[in-house]
Structure formats: structure tokens, C-alpha cells
């Protein structure tokens, strides 16, 4: 059941947002694929590998990234000026 607010009520309310509709399942606790991915491209990311949208929107942040693939379903980047990677 819903709880109704009266107008005018100045109380803070949390902001309730849609959910993702995709064909990309994010399950972080139980897809090591997807943690594989996001740990792939979070280091890519650090060590300066630029990423861009279909239409060549650059990608700053890893969740723009990330939605950038659930929606467009691949993205492009460009690892020329990016630093080698950590040795494991």
C-alpha cells in the first residue's frame, strides 16, 4: 500500500527511478563475467584508454560506459595514449 503525502509537504522525498530495460544482465553477485568486464574497463580507464559512443560522444565515467553498452550494445575506444598496463 502506498503512503500519500499531503500537497505541500516541504519533507524530503527519495527520488524513485526507473529500472534499466536491457538485454545485458548486470548480476554483480553472481556473474563473474560481468565483474571480469567492469574490472577490465575500469583499469582501461585508468590507465587513460579514451572510450566514445556510437556517434563519437566521449565516455568519462565508467557508468556512462557501462550504459553505453547496455543500450547501443558497443562502444569505441582508443588506447594510442594510454599507459602500459600493471603487471599482475
Known amino acids: 500500500m ?10 524530503p522525498q527519495l527520488a524513485v ?7 545485458m544482465q548486470l548480476d554483480f553477485r553472481t556473474s563473474y563475467e560481468t565483474l571480469f568486464l567492469l574490472a577490465e ?3 582501461a580507464m ?3 584508454v579514451r572510450h566514445y559512443k556510437l556517434d ?7 557508468n556512462t560506459v557501462v550504459q553505453a553498452l547496455i543500450f ?9 595514449t594510454s599507459a602500459a598496463p600493471a603487471g599482475h
Open 41 to 43: 574497463l575500469s583499469d
Open 2 to 11: 502506498a503512503h500519500q503525502i499531503p500537497y505541500g509537504n516541504s519533507t
Open 46 to 48: 585508468k590507465r587513460g
Open 56 to 62: 563519437g560522444t566521449p565516455l568519462t565515467r565508467l
Open 17 to 23: 527511478q526507473a529500472p534499466l530495460v536491457s538485454d
Open 72 to 80: 547501443e550494445g558497443e562502444i569505441f575506444f582508443d588506447d594510442a
